[in-house]
């Protein structure tokens, strides 16, 4: 969209540039200073090649051409006032720069959206209207004019970013989806019918074969999950993600992972920082817990917090255990927990009994 926007201030310039000559030759016997209206000319066309070059290229685009365009044209409006002359000008004899001191205009609203644009329709129109030098309701009408094109091209060109982005997360979450399809057949005819026949074979047995039943159990689960969950979104760590998208591949036959209805949104880099916490919590009941130990994760979504909690039923954790872990240089409950929750002004609660499991609750501030 950008692009074809970018062609089309060219076609813009250059057809008005045709417009521009044809005024000169038809209005050049009236002017104060007739002689100079054709260098003026030959370097409004010089420019226009120029611009139609340099703008053709994205890494070219930058605020010294930006700048410099803007400056140039205006020049070639300022001089209006003494190759025309102010008698010309204020019986309706067009400056030099009739029509083409608009394509900067349009330039700086597709390069920095409206704010630009009306930064630069400003800049144009005052010239414009000092040139003239007749501050009427038809000198003011080219710069409310300007600042129209500059707010409606400017919101185009916002419109078209988000929905390009839209688009190409759309492409993304839809080439995901498809191969989580193809991966769930080819799984669902091999992978998982084998878990479940060695869990159904060796449920009840003692020893290592029924570890083995157990073990397979959980991956069945954990796999199953994988396949048929909702879908990590691929976006980048400034855009908002589904917590849940990160959460839910947690879910085993031990791990049961509770969510609301809905999509739980969050910056993808507060996601990502709440999953790992949750991950550490996780992981410090298969160290420290019983084999089979049930774990429930439950997030709620709040208008002004997320609040995950991660609730077992092991051994739970003496009341001095985690001051003396960290006196002893062990951090993971500090550091993989506390420290990535407090990095998001958030809170930890940690509840706790011996031989009646712990909840930790992890609350972040929307």
């Not at 205009?105 to 597709?110: E, R, Y």
Request: glycine fraction near 8%; include cysteine; proline fraction near 4%.
């Amino acid at each position: 969209m950008a692009e074809s926007l970018w062609r089309a201030i060219a076609v813009y310039r250059i057809a008005a540039l045709i417009y521009v000559a044809i005024l000169v030759v038809r209005n050049v016997g009236f002017y104060a200073h007739p002689m100079l209206a054709w260098p003026v000319l030959a370097l409004t066309a010089a420019w226009t090649l120029f611009t139609t070059y340099a703008y053709a290229d994205q890494a070219r685009r930058r605020p010294p051409l930006l700048v410099a365009d803007l400056l140039v044209v205006m020049g070639v409006m300022a001089s209006s006032a003494y190759i025309v002359g102010e008698h010309a000008l204020r019986t309706g004899r067009p400056t030099l720069a009739v029509a083409w001191h608009v394509a900067p205009v349009i330039a700086w609203a597709v390069a920095g959206g409206r704010r630009g644009g009306i930064a630069a329709a400003l800049a144009m129109g005052t010239t414009d209207i000092l040139v003239r030098g007749h501050y009427d309701q038809a000198g003011f009408t080219g710069t409310v004019l300007m600042l129209m094109a500059a707010l409606a091209v400017g919101y185009l060109v916002n419109v078209a970013e988000v929905a390009q982005q839209r688009l190409e997360r759309a492409i993304q979450l839809e080439a995901a989806t498809r191969e989580r399809e193809r991966l769930a057949r080819d799984i669902h005819d091999s992978v998982l019918q084998v878990l479940a026949l060695v869990k159904r074979r060796g449920t009840g047995l003692d020893g290592e074969a029924g570890e083995l039943a157990r073990l397979a159990g959980e991956q069945e689960a954990a796999l199953r999950t994988l396949v048929t969950g909702r879908a990590a979104e691929p976006v980048d760590e400034h855009a908002e993600t589904d917590l849940m998208a990160l959460l839910d591949p947690y879910a085993s036959e031990t791990v049961s992972v509770a969510a609301p209805a809905g999509a739980v949104r969050l910056p993808a880099g507060v996601a990502a920082e709440i999953s790992a916490a949750v991950a550490a919590a996780l992981d410090n009941v298969n160290r420290h817990c019983d084999p089979g130990t049930k774990v429930w994760v439950l997030v709620e979504d709040e208008p002004t917090a997320v609040t995950v909690s991660v609730r077992d039923d092991g051994c739970g954790i003496a009341a001095d255990r985690l001051d003396e872990a960290q006196t002893q240089g062990r951090l993971g409950v500090a550091q993989s927990i506390r420290g990535r929750i407090a990095d998001l002004r958030g809170t930890v609660s940690i509840t706790s009994s011996p031989g009646e499991g712990t909840e930790v609750e992890m609350s972040v501030p929307r």
